[in-house]
């Protein structure tokens, strides 16, 4: 019984490190896009324009993308990881890889993602969405090399 108590408090451990994590990533994203995804959200949630209910729609994706992607990662460095340090490491790497690749992301296309998502684009959102998620899995698989 012993043994499970152990397990259970490294479990609190690495859940302790993990969440905290995966907020400060969903806030440095937040931050580092010109648009509000929660606020594009709530309007969109509580109006009739289809241009509103739109760009909800584009910034869920594109937000549940980075969180998707994000965790992804994190999953990974739980499983790899070697310590505490070692998860908080990688989880911060992660952080920072996905936002570099979001503005590689708006430099290589032809059209702008962070006027096009405010503006109800909900292809580039669902697209931005999946480029976080096949970053997330690419990076998880670096951290386990």
Known sequence: MSEQWSNILN???YLG??????IVGIMVFMVTTPYNEYKLIREGASTDDPRKINAAKAAAHDLGGKIIGLSIVLASAVYHSVSLLDL???G???????IVVF??????TPFKVVSEIPNGNVSVGIFASRLSVATGLLMAALISY
């Open 103 to 108: 503005y590689i992301f708006e430099l290589v």
């Open 92 to 98: 911060l790497v992660g952080i920072v890889f996905q």
């Open 88 to 90: 908080l490491v990688w």
């Open 17 to 22: 490190v993990t969440l905290p994590i995966l």
């Open 11 to 13: 479990f609190l451990a």
